[in-house]
């Protein structure tokens, strides 16, 4: 299964290298190459006087501060999919749900929750944000605050592996997990000048809402997963 060719990877660490696993065990040939690096917010508000905690994203846990993991750690808690999920259970939550989707989905995970309007919701995540969770919730009376313990800063140029790789038209695929990072790749694609050998794979994402960036530079070679999560990613890009 050694044949099916190169698959470039731009999400950040620790991320990029469980993806690079699992491509390798399809037979695929990963290349990571993250476009984002995660830093610390400086400073975040106190996290107190809450009905319970949403998180959009696993390096949120690791990002906050040890107390106010243990402030929340008895509310209603509700993770946007799985690993989010294991990593607030793991950080001591203890009553956590999944949604097992994306920001839609848990939107509507929450408002279904039985919490009564006028509830405050702390959504603890990164500066930069998929999705409108706290707009997505309003309709049902209950209040979603956002704490960013969290930045993800963008590298400046694209990693010397991917350029090299994408010069010689060895990559026959690139995935992508976020507007951002997609959105980064495309401008750093075109500060290169490799806009050409980059249409030549196919690139393939975790939603529609990820591929909005990449449209008018690779719109034909745009593949969706089914539903906005990796094992459907992966089916995608083995279609």
Known sequence: MSGRGSVLVTRPEPEARRTAEKLAALGWQPIVAPLMVAQAMPDSPP??????????????????????????????????????????????????????GDVTALAALIAGSGMKAGGRVAHIGGQDRAGDLSGLVAISGIKVETIAVYRMAPVTELPEIAHRALEDGSIVAIVHYSPRSAEIFRDLICADRLIGAAARARHVCLSSQVAEPLRTVFGATITIAREPNEPSLLEALGA
């Not at 959009?56 to 989010?84: H, I, K, N, Q």
């Open 47 to 100: 996290m107190t006087g809450f009905d319970a905690v949403a998180m959009t994203s696993a390096r949120a846990v690791e990002y906050m501060r040890a107390a106010d993991r243990a402030a929340l750690a008895d509310l209603p808690a509700f993770a946007v999919g799985a690993r989010t999920a294991d990593a607030m259970r793991s950080a001591g939550f203890r009553h956590v749900a999944s949604a097992d």
